[in-house]
Nanobody, 125 residues
């Protein structure tokens, strides 16, 4: 059974930083690409960042390039998202998932109907 548990969200002022974690299970983590997505109420979920199975290749949405960094630890079955220079428009619930690799913003979750509980990120002005 696939499980995705996101953590690390919180309230931060604009310009600040947060580090998110996602512990995954139920699939062979080290053989799969992983990604982060976010969703604001009333909006569609959008792709944020992706990382291939080995961690050697990463992709980002244009809106977060140069500010966010995705990484992974296959020994811990965990993917991370370091978020710097946060902006109010980054406010959303952040989710991780196994992904189908594609050019951003066309990255999709392998199982688009299954998501964890997410972690709330709120950036104040």
């Amino acid at each position: 059974q696939v499980q995705l548990v996101e953590s690390g969200g919180g309230l931060v002022q604009a310009g600040g930083s947060l580090s998110l974690s996602c512990a995954a299970s139920g699939r062979t983590f080290s053989a799969n690409a992983m990604g982060w997505f976010r969703q604001d109420p009333g909006k569609e979920r959008e792709f944020v960042a992706g990382i291939n199975w080995s961690g050697a290749t990463t992709i980002y949405a244009d809106s977060v390039k140069g500010r966010f960094t995705i990484s992974r630890d296959n020994a811990k079955s965990t993917v991370y998202l370091q978020m710097n220079s946060l902006r109010p428009e980054d406010t959303a619930v952040y989710y991780c998932n196994y992904i189908i690799w594609a050019d951003p913003p066309h990255v999709r979750a392998v199982r688009p109907t299954f998501w964890g509980q997410g972690t709330q990120v709120t950036v104040s002005t």
